[in-house]
């Protein structure tokens, strides 16, 4: 393990990270479509790239390439559940962002990143969930329910769910510690009010 520093916002930690340059060479695993978060990583990380959509890889590979301080490995095209590939005790660590809504297996995917983070290692999360303050929002948590359930969002919108929350699975994972927030995502648009929930935070194996 060499630097990360444990925070509850993403992109703090991004800028930290972009701060600390210096303490750079940590290992990352992510999935970053279409490389939007390279900006925030530190010079010199070294990538790792697990996503199962083969079309993501033109995007990705055009992507890295404005971003020569990072080395961006081959993208690994595979479901996080299913990334053995990965060698265990091996990252840093590990970023998603806006992927959890869409897993099948959430349980087995949290197992296969405490697997490959090294003893220490960090994984910092930040999703949209269902609505979680029903008194005040009861109306977005129906509409998320009935779209999804119908199936109309996750066809529209690459399997997206609307009505999934991470966070107790997380929390009974196994990591050492959790430290997460549930909030509202500043969208102004419309139909994406329906992803404003969200959850972010860091755990530590
Ligand atoms: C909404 S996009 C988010 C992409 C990017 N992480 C971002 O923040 O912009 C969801 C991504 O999750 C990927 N994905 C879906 N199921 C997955 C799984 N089981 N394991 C890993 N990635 C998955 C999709 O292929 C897609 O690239």
Redesign the pocket.
């Known amino acids: 393990m060499k630097n990360t520093t444990a925070t509850t916002s993403i992109t703090f930690i991004f800028l930290q990270h972009k701060r600390k340059k210096k303490k750079s060479h940590n290992k990352h695993s992510?999935?970053?479509?279409?490389g939007?978060?390279f900006a925030y990583y530190p010079d010199g990380t070294r990538l790792v790239v697990?996503?199962?959509?083969p079309h993501?890889k033109s995007y990705y590979n055009e992507n890295r390439k404005k971003f020569p301080n990072i080395h961006s490995e081959e993208i690994i095209v595979?479901?996080?559940?299913?990334?053995d590939m990965v060698q265990s005790n091996s990252v840093d660590v590990v970023?998603?962002?806006?992927?959890?809504?869409?897993?099948?297996?959430q349980k087995k995917?949290l197992q296969q990143i405490l697997r490959v983070l090294a003893p220490g290692g960090k994984f910092y999360f930040?999703e949209h969930i269902s609505e979680f303050d029903i008194e005040r929002h009861g109306t977005r948590r129906r509409i998320q329910e009935f779209l999804t359930a119908t199936g109309i969002w996750p066809f529209i919108?690459?399997?997206?769910m609307l009505n999934k929350d991470m966070l107790a699975d997380i929390q009974q994972a196994g990591f050492s510690k959790v430290q997460a927030q549930r909030f509202y995502s500043p969208i102004d648009h419309f139909v994406f009010q329906l992803v404003k929930p969200s959850l972010k935070g860091v755990a530590e194996k």
């Open positions: 992510s999935n970053s479509f279409p939007v978060n697990v996503d199962p959509n993501f595979t479901t996080g559940e299913e990334m970023v998603s962002t806006l992927v959890f809504c869409s897993v099948e297996n995917i930040y919108f690459d399997n997206c």
